[in-house]
């Protein structure tokens, strides 16, 4: 089965700065690669799907590259309510995830 | 809007068998065309698919599970279910239903369930 790691698993930020989330497969899953945005207590929330195509009405600020085994997950300039957890997520081979990027205010 | 809402006992003893119940509104569950999976996630964890069923009838389960996990669609009450056997303590965890295509596009609220004695 395919592996999904993600780095890295935690992130400090301030509101305005510009993140990234990696995210690695252990196998080629060409662009069957998703983004989720998780808030406690909540289900995750579907971002991005096919590695870079934006979920309608997700921001802007949000986008997604990669193809193969690396991919990543660009925020433009953190807003407040961007503070969350995001999954990556393979549907190339059945459902993996990777094991979350927490990213919190510093 | 589709909408999925999960039902469930709440706390559940070690060795018996986990029901958990979704119900599907906003559209027939045998004609949205989706998968109808089963999503775990720990406490402080992160997330786990455990198995669907698909529209047409077929299953598939994350290995991980060792065969404990078995879905089924009661399509007159526009619901799916998951009964997870033989649980233990690890099996604590909010159980989240969703639907989908290739992604998770629509998802329940989730339940906690706990497995003590």
């Known amino acids: 089965d395919i592996q999904m790691t993600q780095s890295p698993s935690s992130l400090s930020a301030s509101v305005g700065d510009r993140v990234t989330v990696t995210c690695r497969a252990s196998?080629?899953?060409?662009?069957?690669l998703a983004w989720y945005q998780q808030k406690p207590g909540k289900a995750p929330k579907l971002l991005i799907y096919?590695?870079?195509t934006l979920e309608k009405g997700v921001p802007s600020r949000f986008s997604g590259s990669g193809s193969g085994t690396e991919f990543t997950l660009t925020i433009s300039s953190l807003q407040p309510d961007d503070f969350a957890t995001y999954y990556c997520?393979?549907?190339?081979?059945?459902?993996?995830f990777g094991q979350g990027t927490k990213l919190d205010i510093k | 809007q589709v909408q999925l809402q999960e039902s469930g006992p709440g706390l559940v003893k070690p060795s018996r068998t986990l029901s958990l119940t979704c119900t599907v509104s906003g559209g027939s569950i045998s004609s949205l065309g989706y998968y109808w999976s089963w999503i775990r996630q720990h406490p402080g964890k992160g997330l786990e698919w455990i198995g669907y069923i698909s529209y047409s009838g077929s299953t598939y389960y994350n290995p991980s599970l060792k065969s404990r996990a078995i879905t089924s669609v009661d399509t007159s009450k526009n619901q799916f279910s998951l009964k997870l056997n033989s649980v233990t303590v690890a099996d604590t965890a909010v159980y989240y239903c969703a639907g989908s295509g290739a992604t998770f596009d629509y998802w329940g609220q989730g339940t906690l369930i706990t497995v003590s004695s």
């Open positions: 997520q393979q549907y190339e081979s059945y459902y993996t």
């Open positions: 196998q080629n899953v060409g662009t069957s």
């Open positions: 096919k590695a870079s």
